[in-house]
């Protein structure tokens, strides 16, 4: 089974422990980059070197979760390689995968129930890429520089 990313500030602390917890007791395995506590810290000091793995294809997927959600995506989207989607209900994680081929999952840890991340984690994990059109618009993402 392959292994799974997983980083967030102190405001994704508690899901991010829930959600590793639940990865885990299923039998994926795991990389924690972090926080491992609720002490602040800067959200880009952890999903920089995650995003970094995710690029060099070190881990195939990731899930990222700050306050928002939105600058953990912010600063994933920075790598090439990278296509994080910030994603709340299940019908989004499932577009994220079968239309934008996202391998990073961002979560907005102050606003969504850890339940409700569950659901949202299980669909962007069991949903695959639909290719076709897609692929010609994917392939169209990457950065001029
Ligand atoms: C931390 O307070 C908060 O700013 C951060 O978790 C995130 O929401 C930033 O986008």
Redesign the pocket.
Do not use: L, S
């Given at each position: 089974m392959k292994t799974l990313a997983i980083g967030c500030?102190?405001?994704?602390y508690e899901l991010k422990e829930y959600l590793r917890e639940k990865l885990l007791s299923l039998g994926y395995e795991v990389k924690d980059f972090g926080t491992y506590s609720h002490d602040s810290v800067d959200?880009p000091d952890i999903i920089h070197p995650l995003a970094e793995a995710i690029d060099q294809c070190l881990y195939e997927t990731g899930i990222i979760i700050?306050?928002?959600?939105?600058?953990?995506s912010m600063v994933a989207n920075k790598y090439r390689g990278v296509r994080a989607a910030l994603c709340w209900m299940p019908e989004i994680a499932e577009l994220a995968r079968k239309h934008n081929d996202a391998n990073i999952l961002a979560l907005p840890?102050?606003f969504i129930h850890p339940d409700a991340a569950w659901e949202v984690v299980s669909v962007f994990l069991s949903t695959s890429f639909e290719g076709g059109r897609h692929e010609r618009r994917v392939k169209k993402i990457p950065p001029i520089l």
């Open positions: 500030d102190h405001a994704g959200y700050c306050g928002t959600g939105a600058g953990a840890g102050r």
